[in-house]
């Protein structure tokens, strides 16, 4: 079974299709979402999801969140003392996933359909492709998260030829997209957007606001206060959704600090980012040919749409309210099980032809002849231009620059600057030609992208017709099958936990923060049942263990309330 996957930022998701529609698959704790957050101890066990997260109020130094934003770097992250590339902890979450689908279909789970920001460059798609292999995830396709979306969407509601603004705010990037479905063919027209703008910039906003009224330096508190901060903040966030007001409140220094915040002043400590948001709306319609007024939906996804500072904003700029039928966490993930059900060839699924966009432009370098034999080298010539409907092929015809010339050569780079050094190379092909005065001799250099973001690129003389092929798959950024095996092996020492223990682990980490935060007797009341609890594990009589967790756990709710 091919399983399709959201591998978001803040938080991923598994989905595979059934008879009834595509369906998400709940995790080992019987949620839908998967918090991308990873933990690994200083004995090599590793944590994934909500117990990743509920050890970084204990442990910070061992946890890593938000990774995919600096995917495809060289960015290191250290936990406990291990470090990692964004990749690998990337595996860590879909092998977590892998794991959760493996055991709710009763079968194993070797393939995968993974959505990708469609603002994301081939760097880091094949580095979410090397996520995949390193956690035993073959993934041939990547599907954009706003076609996904599209999918998803299409299919829910199939009667309609449309134009869709798909607005993807998640927790650390935010992509716009322009899709047409006409005719059973989808397609992406335009995409824009910010890999550095997402939820997580407007909890910062309310941390900001909290800090300012309660006369408090961001740099004063330990680390652990400052994700204690964040936390607060971020609930803050989301309740402010639902009132004109709401109050924050924060432990300091044994002070138990409180402030209100009304939603004016949020939304006005806001304009900023709103703002930003705006540019690449403009953007996207600008690169579509396209009007506000010519778009039929606007769909929203990424968690970060549920804010209303956001909707509230967006109706002000589309006029119009924006569809909200589907959930905005799941919607992406649905789509990549349908499109991994295409992928399969199941029957059920009518075929939705599609098709995407280039989101970068690629080109090669050249010479240009400024003036009467005055020359400039290492200019860019764009041959495949960004949001061009793919799969593309494009051919540029090239002339020598020299007499008696023998060579020319051919190097692949992608990039929207004028200047070649300063975009990516990703190969280069040389190839022999007949000598001759400059400029009679040509060659046509033919790239074709397609839909899985492989390039050919073709060389031929136009005088002598021979020819010279490639194929990159972005070698530059490329593990062979032996350096991942390699790594799979580095990486194997990496203990995951058995699953069946993940729910008391979380229970524990939970109470354990609380017993930390709490003072006097509420301390002391959480100091007994842990010690039940954990009096229980040790025994480890499975009823006993449940009735000590629903216990703690009762507990621990009256006092999060
Ligand atoms: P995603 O990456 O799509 O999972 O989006 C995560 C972001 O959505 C985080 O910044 C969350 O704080 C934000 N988010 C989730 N639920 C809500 C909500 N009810 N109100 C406001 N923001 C939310």
């Known amino acids: 079974m091919i399983v399709g996957i959201d591998l978001g930022t803040t938080n991923s998701l598994v989905a595979y299709y059934t008879e009834d529609g595509p369906r998400i698959i709940p995790n080992r704790l019987g949620k839908n979402l998967t ?73 194993p789970v070797t393939e995968a359909v993974i959505s990708v920001p469609a603002y994301f460059d081939d760097k880091r798609r094949k580095a979410t492709k090397r996520a995949g292999e390193l956690a035993g995830l073959k993934v041939e396709r990547m599907i954009s998260e706003p076609t996904a979306a599209a999918v998803a969407y299409g299919l829910y509601d199939r009667t309609l030829d449309t134009r869709f603004l798909v607005f993807d705010l998640g927790g650390g990037t935010f992509d716009v997209s322009i899709l047409e479905l006409y005719h059973n063919i989808l397609e992406v027209r335009a995409v824009a957007g910010d890999n550095y703008l997402g939820g997580e910039d407007f909890t910062e906003v309310m941390e900001k606001l909290f800090l300012q009224k309660a006369k408090l330096q961001l740099s004063a508190l330990s680390e652990k206060e400052q994700v204690r901060l964040y936390r607060q903040a971020e609930k803050a966030k989301c309740a402010i ?205 033919t790239y074709t992208y397609d839909i899985n973001s492989l390039l050919e690129v073709e060389v031929k003389v136009v005088s002598t017709g021979e020819a010279q092929k490639m194929i990159i798959k972005g070698e530059e950024n490329h593990m062979s099958e032996e350096e991942i095996k390699k790594r799979m092996e580095e990486l194997a020492y990496l203990k995951v936990q058995p699953r069946d223990y993940e729910e008391n682990r979380l229970v524990l980490l939970r109470a354990e923060r609380m017993y930390e935060e709490a003072l006097g007797d509420r301390r002391k009341k959480l100091d007994h049942y842990i010690t039940a609890f954990e009096a229980a594990l040790k025994k480890g009589d499975h009823d006993g263990i449940m009735d000590a967790r629903n216990e703690l756990n009762e507990i621990m709710e009256a006092e999060e309330d």
């Open 241 to 445: 959704n639902d009132s004109d007001r709401v109050t924050m409140s924060f432990r300091y220094k044994e002070e138990a600090l409180e402030q209100q915040i009304t939603y004016k002043e949020y939304e006005e400590a806001c304009e900023e980012l709103l703002m930003k948001i705006r540019e690449p709306v403009k953007k996207s319609l600008a690169d579509a040919g396209l009007r506000l007024s010519d778009i039929d939906e606007v769909l929203l996804i990424g968690g970060a749409t549920r804010l209303s500072v956001v909707r509230d904003f967006l109706i002000r700029l589309f006029r119009k309210f924006p569809d909200t039928k589907m959930n905005p966490d799941e919607t992406v993930a649905l789509g990549a099980a349908v499109q991994a059900a295409m992928k399969e060839r199941r029957e059920e699924v009518k075929e939705v032809i599609l098709t995407d966009v280039c989101s970068f432009t690629l080109g090669t370098e050249v010479v240009v002849e400024y003036e009467e034999g005055k020359y400039e080298d290492g200019r860019f010539c764009p041959i495949i231009e960004r949001n061009t409907v793919i799969p593309a092929s494009h051919t540029e015809r090239l002339y020598t620059v020299r007499d008696n010339q023998e060579k020319m050569r051919v190097r692949v780079l992608q990039g929207e600057s004028r200047f070649a050094r300063n975009n990516l190379f990703l190969g280069e092909l040389n190839i022999d030609i007949p000598k001759g005065p400059k400029g009679q001799e040509s060659i046509d250099v």
């Open 35 to 107: 918090p991308s957050v990873v933990s690994v101890d200083e004995e090599g066990n590793v944590y994934v999801g909500e117990t990743a997260r509920e050890r970084m109020n204990l442990y910070p130094d061992s946890v890593a969140q938000t990774f995919k934003r600096s995917m495809g770097t060289e960015r290191e992250y250290v936990l406990s003392g291990k470090h990692f590339k964004p990749e690998e902890l990337s595996s860590m979450v879909l092998r977590s996933l892998k794991e959760d689908a493996e055991v709710f279909l009763g079968e």
